[in-house]
Every structure is written in C-alpha cells, then in structure tokens.
C-alpha cells in the first residue's frame, strides 16, 4: 500500500456482495460477468478520484476506458489490481470478491496488468523476463521447461521474438511496451489490464501496437485497455466507458459514445485546458 492509502472498512451496501438474492448478477440463473465491478469509490484527502462505478467486462470482450487527465483511469486500474484500495464499492472476478485482495493474490486469481511506465527486471533478458513472470502466475505454475514453452510462444506472439537476449535498457519503448504486455499475460490471466500500452508511440508502431491489442481478448479472457486517441479506441474497442471528473460519463459502443455531445464536451474542454485557453 501506498502512504497516501487509507484503510476502508468495507460496507455492505456498497459492496458488490455474496452472489445469492441481493446480488442481481445471481438472479434468474444468469451467468456472471468476469468481471463486475459496482460502487467503486476512491478519495484522496477532499479529492474524489473516482466515484461510483459501475462496470462489467465479459470474456472474449475488450473494454476501452477512456478520459482526459486526472479522469480517474490509473486509479481505477490500481484499484482493480490492489495497487489502492476504495473507500466504498468493490469488485468481482468470475463472481468471486476480490475487493480486499492483496497484490499477490490478485495475480493467482487471475488480473494482471501493465504500466503506464514499464517495469521489467532490468538485470534480466527478454526472455527470462517473460519466463520468471510465467513461473509467477496463476495456479497451476508450469515447470521450468513449460515456462521456457510458454515464454517463446508469448514472445512470438508479441512480436518480440528477434529480441529475446536484449536486456530492457536496449530496448525501444514499442518494445518495452510489448514485453509489458507478454509478462503479464505470462501469468495466464483471467482479466488482462493494460494502462495506456500505446503511449508514446508513434506512426507505424501505434498500428502494430493496435494489431496486437486487437488479438488479446480471448474466449478464455476478458481486456480492459486504458486509451485515449480515438482512432486506437475505435479500431479495438468492443466496448468504451468515458470517465470524467472521476464518474462513469457514458459506456457503449465505442463510436456512439465517442459522438455524445457531453463526451465531445468533456475532450474539447480538457484539450482547452491544457493549452491553457480556458
Ligand atoms: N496518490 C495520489 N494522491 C493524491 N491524489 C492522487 C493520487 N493518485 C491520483 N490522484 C489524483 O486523482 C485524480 C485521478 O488521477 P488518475 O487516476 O491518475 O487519472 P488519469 O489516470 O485518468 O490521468 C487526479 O486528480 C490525481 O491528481
Ligand atoms: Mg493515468
């Protein structure tokens, strides 16, 4: 935990809660999202940073979140991830409640996820980067053998099979990107988060960036992908939510959200600020 954590009790009310009567994902005999994430709240000091969430991501779907800075995106996804954890509101993965989970366990029970700013392990190549994280993951934890297997498979299909000797500081940062990106779905993930894993690319490695996310959700997996230039999120996103200010502005198809009056608001505005026009 951070210092600037607080403790959260945990609150009924807002909690997504046991599956059973109270819980509308366990009525009617209807199968539960991967994930579903209900009232998720998070306040530093006076700032609500996010308030009141409300999501749910399916498997073999890809959920882009979108939204100007300070939106509240990076919270969210150290909330999913144990990196913080909310005041109020909570989270489930295959109708499991994981809200209180620490970091580890979160990984075992399959949510991964990437850095805005990469973290491999600098003394490491390529490869072993890719294969320690593999020997980390969710149960069951391959042998050495296995781990080496699914650590080529994982580099072939990240594109990063040329540079599997290079240590990160040789790396590009599109690479640096991709090996974030075969780590942490080297942990065998239920739900794959990735913050922001085109940013800073340009060109033709923002294609190839939107190339790989486009082969990520899978029947076994579900996405959740932080981005927020449009021509990316139109080309990936099965489904897009819209913060802003911290709350769940708009959720839908990616195009249809993207064409909503107060969505195009919220980017005009922010783009003003930050030129300093407003
Ligand atoms: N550790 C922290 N302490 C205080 N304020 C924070 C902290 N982390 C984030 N914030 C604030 O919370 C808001 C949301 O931040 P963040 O989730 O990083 O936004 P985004 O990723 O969408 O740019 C911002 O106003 C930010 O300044
Ligand atoms: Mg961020």
């Not at 150290?78 to 979160?106: I, Q």
């Not at 489904?239 to 195009?255: I, K, S, T």
Request: one cysteine or more.
């Amino acid at each position: 935990m951070t210092g600037s954590t607080t403790r959260a009790s945990r609150p009924a009310s807002r909690s997504p809660g046991p599956t059973g009567t109270s819980d509308p994902a366990g009525d009617c005999g209807e199968a539960a999202p991967l994930l579903k994430v209900r009232g998720l709240t998070r306040r530093f000091g006076g700032l609500v940073a996010l308030e009141e969430i409300d999501l749910d991501v399916e498997v073999g779907r890809l959920l882009v979140v979108m939204g100007p800075n300070g939106a509240g995106k990076s919270t969210l996804v150290d909330l999913l991830t144990g990196y913080l954890r909310p005041n109020e509101g909570g989270f489930r993965l295959d109708g499991v409640d994981l809200t209180f989970s620490p970091r580890w366990s979160l990984a075992r029970s399959g949510i991964t996820r990437t850095f805005q700013v990469p973290r491999p392990l600098a003394r490491f190549d390529v490869r072993e980067n890719v294969r320690i994280a593999a020997r980390c993951g969710s149960p069951p934890r391959p042998g050495r053998s296995a781990a080496e297997r699914q650590a080529a498979e994982l580099l072939s299909e990240t594109g990063l099979d040329g540079q599997a000797s290079c240590y990160p500081a040789e790396l590009s940062l599109a690479s640096l990107r991709r090996l974030e990106l075969a780590r942490a779905l080297a942990g065998r993930p239920r739900l794959l988060i990735a913050d922001e894993p085109l940013g800073g690319l340009a060109g033709a490695d923002i294609d190839a960036g939107i190339a790989l996310l486009r082969t990520l959700a899978r029947p076994d997996r579900g996405v959740i992908v932080i981005e927020h230039a449009v021509r990316a999120v139109l080309q990936v996103a099965d489904e897009l939510a819209f913060l802003h200010h911290g709350r769940l502005l708009r959720r839908g198809p990616a195009a249809e959200v993207l064409a909503d009056r107060a969505v195009v608001d919220a980017y005009v505005g922010a783009g003003l600020l930050r030129r300093g026009l407003l």
